[in-house]
């Protein structure tokens, strides 16, 4: 039986996609936040913070997309769906670290506000 493959064209560097990414993401994340932030919709340490959060998603994202489509391009199956699933792990622990960070500090926030 042949094996599936699909011609992706030539492997691209992970680590320069990794940086578009986070660039690209920047840009747009931060346009978007910042205009939240003039139209008084947000703080502007919630803009900073959702614009990191997801500038490096972005990164992830587009760093996993890229290897994916190389392993793909090669006919790695199983080297394509680890790399996918890496990129799906790394976004889904930035929101657990994001939401374990505002428990943290929502929870110490609380503390004072009854303590005065």
């Known amino acids: 039986m042949k094996n599936f493959e699909i011609n992706t064209g030539t492997p691209r560097n992970v680590l320069g996609h990794v940086?578009?990414?986070?660039?690209?993401?920047?840009?747009?994340?931060?346009?978007?936040n910042y205009k939240k932030y003039k139209n008084g919709e947000m703080k502007s340490c919630e803009a900073i913070k959702d614009t990191t959060k997801r500038t490096s998603q972005g990164a992830i994202a587009t760093g996993s997309?890229?290897?994916?489509?190389?392993?793909?391009?090669?006919?790695?199956?199983?080297?394509?769906?680890?790399?996918?699933?890496?990129?799906?792990?790394?976004?889904?622990a930035l929101e657990l670290v994001e939401e374990k960070l505002e428990q943290k500090y929502l929870t110490n926030q609380n503390i004072e506000i009854e303590g005065e």
């Open 19 to 32: 940086i578009s990414g986070a660039l690209a993401s920047a840009v747009i994340s931060g346009a978007i």
């Open 65 to 92: 997309a890229i290897a994916t489509t190389n392993y793909i391009g090669e006919g790695s199956w199983l080297k394509a769906l680890t790399s996918a699933s890496i990129g799906i792990a790394g976004i889904y």
